[in-house]
């Protein structure tokens, strides 16, 4: 007995929308934290201006060019956190 495919259009799309996967993992990216003090929930904080997201990974470096104290401003959910030389000690507060 040969296997029964299905012709349905619209069972094919979702089909193929589930093999490449969902848009959101697109747009996964290492977010860089700009030198200044803002609040981490806000664009202004960020290279770019874009809030780093549950897959993005929020990354401080030698952009920060001494020591950066910032707050969270929200609940935020990241991939990761790197810290990769800044110019001095990065502190987060709640």
């Known amino acids: ?4 495919f299905h012709t349905n259009p619209i069972l094919r799309a979702l089909l193929a929308a589930a093999l490449i996967g969902s848009p959101g993992s697109a747009n996964a990216a290492t977010r860089t934290k700009l030198d200044n003090t803002n609040n981490l929930n806000l664009a202004t904080s960020w290279s770019g201006g ?7 990974v929020a990354s401080w470096d030698s ?3 001494g020591a950066n ?4 401003g929200s609940n935020l959910s990241l991939g990761g956190l790197s810290v990769t030389n800044p ?4 502190t987060i507060g709640a």
Do not use: E, I, R
């Open 1 to 4: 007995m040969k296997p029964k």
């Open 87 to 90: 110019g001095g000690a990065v």
């Open 50 to 56: 874009n809030v780093p997201g549950s897959l993005d």
């Open 63 to 65: 952009t920060v060019t």
């Open 69 to 72: 104290s910032t707050l969270l």
